[in-house]
């Protein structure tokens, strides 16, 4: 009963800036936490970053700095500003929602379709 509509991803050059939306709709019961991942062919999915309904960021460590998290509760939104891009930071980015403790059965994780950014030289 939860949908994740992602936008914003494309084709830019080394040093460029993106901004990826992803808005959430649907039930959501509990508290949750959105954030960013994104995988690389040949490479597992990666968390690049996420924000608590209270607010509380974390990054990776190849992102700190250049990334930044941000969530409008007014529109279900969270966003992900990119700056300064490098060409590893290439792969299809997922937005998620996770609702629930780990190990809790009612631990639910929801996925975006995943938007293309591709950083060229």
């Known amino acids: 009963q939860v949908q994740l509509v992602e936008s914003g991803g494309g084709l830019v050059q080394a040093g460029g800036s993106l901004r990826l939306s992803c808005a959430a709709s649907g039930s959501i019961f509990s508290i949750g936490t959105m954030g960013w991942y994104r995988q690389a062919p040949g490479k597992q999915r990666e968390l690049v970053t996420s924000i608590t309904s209270g607010g509380r960021t974390n990054y990776a460590d190849s992102v700190k700095g250049r990334f930044t998290i941000s969530s409008d509760n007014a529109k279900n939104t969270v966003y992900l500003q990119m700056n300064s891009l490098k060409p590893e930071d290439t792969a299809v980015y997922y937005c998620?929602?996770?609702?629930?403790?780990?190990?809790?059965?009612?631990?639910?994780?929801?996925w975006g379709q995943g938007t293309q950014v591709t950083v060229s030289s």
């Open positions: 998620n929602l996770a609702v629930g403790r780990l190990g809790s059965p009612l631990r639910r994780d929801y």
